[in-house]
Structure formats: structure tokens, C-alpha cells
């Protein structure tokens, strides 16, 4: 299983951006998906998530301004980002796994930068 996210770029302060990730399988369609961000210095942050049947949960940090969604049938997780701020600068991150009784099994999409300017 492979994660692919896209769609990170430079924009202005107040602007918006909409992030994907594919995965090569169907693995979204019977797990939760995760969105990360790590910017510079500072620890990987939980940003979003959303389960298979399409609950979603946001960090306080991202809440009324982030929409997490998914499309089962591509196969593709969307992080809709909006009123972006300076903060928000950070490498993006998609997150699923699979687990056993015996082992977790970790996916990680290879990162998109996002830079908010002010």
C-alpha cells in the first residue's frame, strides 16, 4: 500500500487550499485516515481524521476551518483548508493503518508543504 498526498503550495494569509491523498489500494475504504503536520521544530501534530463510515474529529487548532473528507471510490482522502494562517505553515502528512491482535501496521504518505504567508 502506497500513500500519495498532493496539493500543498504557497498562499497568503486568509487563503485557502485543498490537500489529497491517494492510497493504491482500498485501504481508505475500511479504515480511518489521518492528517498530520509537522512544521518546522516542532512535534508531528494530529490535525483531522476521519473514519471509514465518515465521523470526523479535528485538533482545536484547525476546527471550524478544516473539513476532512473521503471519496471510497478514488480511493482519496481531501483536506479542505481554509482562513489559513501563518501557523498553518507545516509538511502535511496522510496517516492510516491496519492492526492485528499482534502488530500495527503503519501508512504514510511521503508529505506536502504547505507555507502561508502574511
Known amino acids: 500500500v502506497q500513500l500519495q498526498a498532493s496539493g500543498g503550495g504557497l498562499v497568503q494569509a486568509g487563503g485557502s487550499l485543498r490537500l489529497s491523498c491517494a492510497a493504491s489500494g482500498s485501504i481508505f475504504s475500511t479504515n480511518t485516515v489521518r492528517w498530520y503536520r509537522q512544521a518546522p521544530g516542532k512535534q508531528r501534530e494530529l490535525i483531522a481524521a476521519?473514519?471509514?463510515?465518515?465521523?470526523?474529529n479535528y485538533a482545536d487548532s484547525v476546527k471550524g476551518r478544516f473539513t476532512i473528507s473521503r471519496d471510497n471510490a478514488k480511493n482519496t482522502v481531501y483536506l479542505q483548508m481554509g482562513s489559513l494562517k501563518p501557523e498553518d505553515t507545516a509538511v502535511y502528512y496522510c496517516n492510516t493503518y491496519t492492526s492485528t491482535w499482534a502488530e500495527r501496521s503503519d501508512y504514510w504518505g511521503q508529505g506536502t508543504l504547505v507555507t502561508v504567508s502574511s
Open positions: 476521519i473514519t471509514s463510515g465518515g465521523s470526523a
